[in-house]
């Protein structure tokens, strides 16, 4: 029990430090309209906590502190990241120059996870196709201005992260899939059981 309150506390500091990052997101076109949407928010970035493990949720809410100290906006880096392939003009001439570079240990982090993501987001398509269909594409083939692949916004997010995170996240997913498991149907789970649903089954039924 004390473990799972520890867990849920570290959701709920992480979650209130990305809210509070996402406030001070400027986009291209102004204050996004999903800025106001503090539930939907809620849900789906505690869902994908929820299938982190406690070491790689420190180590992450570290890289937040740090970053706040350091007057950082990771959430404004994500999406800056995301540009560069959904916009790679606008992302070389004016964000590239003030995103923190990425070395070559980090990348490939990156890639390794990204790997796993795919390959369980694959998965979860072949199941699941409705719930599937009303998400993103799944690879940065399909990016274009305006619509973003979970690779890429994955690879976005990923950049963010210190080597630390990235290394105890890539520890976490490989454990669980030497055990079976799917960490993107476990986010799936928990997102639709938040939105009131008593299984993936019962969602696909009703997508």
Not at 23 to 30: L, T
Not at 89 to 112: F, H, T
Not at 158 to 181: A, D, V
């Amino acid at each position: 029990m004390e473990n799972q309150e520890e867990k849920a506390r570290l959701i709920r500091d992480i979650v209130t430090m990305e809210w509070e990052m996402f406030q001070k997101v400027e986009g291209i076109g102004g204050r996004a309209g999903c800025q106001d949407q503090y539930p939907t928010f809620n849900i789906m970035r505690s869902s994908q906590f929820l299938a982190w493990d406690p070491e790689t949720l420190e180590h992450y809410l570290q890289d937040l502190n740090q970053a706040r100290d350091a007057g950082r906006n990771l959430i404004t880096e994500k999406y800056a990241y995301m540009m560069e392939s959904t916009d790679p003009e606008y992302y070389r001439a004016k964000l590239q120059p003030y995103l923190p570079p990425l070395d070559q240990a980090k990348s490939l982090l990156i890639r390794r996870i990204l790997d796993l993501l795919i390959l369980w987001d694959q998965e979860v398509a072949r199941e699941f196709p409705k719930l599937s269909r009303r998400g993103r594409p799944l690879e940065a083939a399909a990016d274009k201005s305006g619509i973003t692949s979970v690779e890429t916004y994955m690879g976005g997010e990923l950049k963010t992260y210190s080597e630390n995170t990235l290394k105890s996240l890539l520890n976490h997913l490989t454990e669980e899939k030497n055990r079976g498991g799917n960490v993107v149907r476990s986010i799936l789970e928990s997102t639709t059981k938040q939105y009131g649903f008593a299984s993936l089954e019962e969602a696909e039924k009703q997508s």
